[in-house]
């Protein structure tokens, strides 16, 4: 492997249940806004669950054109509008590309559920009108690895091009997988990071049914509380997150403006449940413990985390104990927040959405909060940054994202200096 190729961030792109604009995703963190609302796409009468964090304001004719938008499901078509402003960001026109560039520019985006929505419709029209009605789109508007594949035919890109499916931790692993291809030398630059749009009829009754959602229909805005001790599930987002990860020299050769540099990844497994966490954080503990082996740093370096943070009352006690064994006494001297309390989780897309917020955290130095806690829970004793944002100078910022069926995976990012 080339390690001595090092990878920035050039460009990021949000579409979040708290602002459909990098600026205003992060306004709107450090605000303390809930993106939770009762749910309007569709009738949740018979529902456990009536309320989630859905996109507000999103059109997609503001991105797409319309026979394009209808030809994609809602995942894809928010991994489209998240290319697009990812290009824009990263100062990037497509058309001028050489062709070298072209064969070395890779897409390498995933969804950890996929056309959940066009498969609920398809079957819906399969029932009730027989086989010859279903669409000639279905299968390539199912499909997760469809959406790097129309960022790649849209604008041109022939480098690698896939998609990481492993539940909640998907956008994660699309960004590991990206920076080992740009260390490896396989790619000069790639759009990552993920989109999920599983805020449906199926969606909300396979999370109702495993019990894995917050039924607090009273008080939708307060339901996501990580830590605190009356938690009862997490909420449900959807939208997307883009990054361009580039090899250093190539950015820099570009002008292109450097946000953090992605200095450490890692990668386990809990080989012990199919959705519910190791209850000691063993998979978690072997993920960061890798990425700072990854990174050539020490615990130490380390100032703030963005846990998983689910508000699962397994969840968030696993990932504190983790926390506590790889840092030891540091544990306590972290900052620490869960930004899914404002936009609930984004399923396959979270990885690329909290990745922004810790770049952003390093950016500013300023940590974003965790809102909703009012009861201690004994178990959840670290400095959690709850109610209100707080200056910190951060060097390093580590991003965990776990997933149904044992994946574990964290990134590190570096404040960068010229």
Known sequence: MSSDRRIVVTGMSILSPIGLTVDDYWKNLLAGVSGAAPITY?????????????LKGFDIHNYLDKKAARRMDPFAQYAMACAGMVLKDAGIDTSTLSEDDRNNFGV???????????????????????????????IPMLIPDIAPGQISIQYGLRGPNHCIVSACATANNNIIDSYLLIKEGMADWIITGGSEASICEMGVAGFNANKALSTRNDS???????????????????GGGALILEE?????????????????????ADANHITAP?????????????????????????????????????GDIAETKSIKSVFGEHAYKLNLSSTKSMTGHL??????????????????????????????????????????????????????????????????FKKYSE
């Open 42 to 54: 569709f009738d949740t009468t018979n529902y456990e669950t009536k309320f989630a964090c859905e």
């Open 278 to 314: 190791e209850p000691e954080g063993k998979g978690a503990i072997l993920a960061m413990n890798r990425a700072l082996k990854s990174a050539k740093i020490n615990t130490t370096d380390i100032d703030y985390i963005n846990m998983h943070g689910t508000s699962t009352g397994l």
């Open 347 to 412: 399923l396959g897309a979270a990885g690329a959405v909290e990745a922004i917020a810790s770049i952003l955290a390093a950016v500013n130095d300023t940590i974003p909060p965790t809102i909703n806690f009012e009861f201690p829970d004994e178990e959840c004793d670290l400095n959690y940054t709850f109610h209100k944002p707080q200056q910190r100078t951060v060097t390093y910022a580590l991003s965990n994202a776990f997933g149904f069926g044992g994946h574990n995976t964290s990134v590190i």
């Open 248 to 268: 250093m020299g190539h950015a820099i050769k570009r002008g292109a403006k450097i946000y953090a540099e992605l200095v450490g990844v890692g990668l386990s």
């Open 220 to 238: 939708p805005a307060t339901a996501s509380r990580p830590f605190d001790k009356t938690r009862d599930g997490f909420v449900m987002g959807e």
């Open 108 to 138: 390498v985006f995933g969804s950890g559920i996929g056309g959940i929505q066009t498969f609920y419709n398809q079957a819906t029209t399969l029932n009730a009108q027989g086989p010859n009605r279903v669409s000639p789109f279905f």
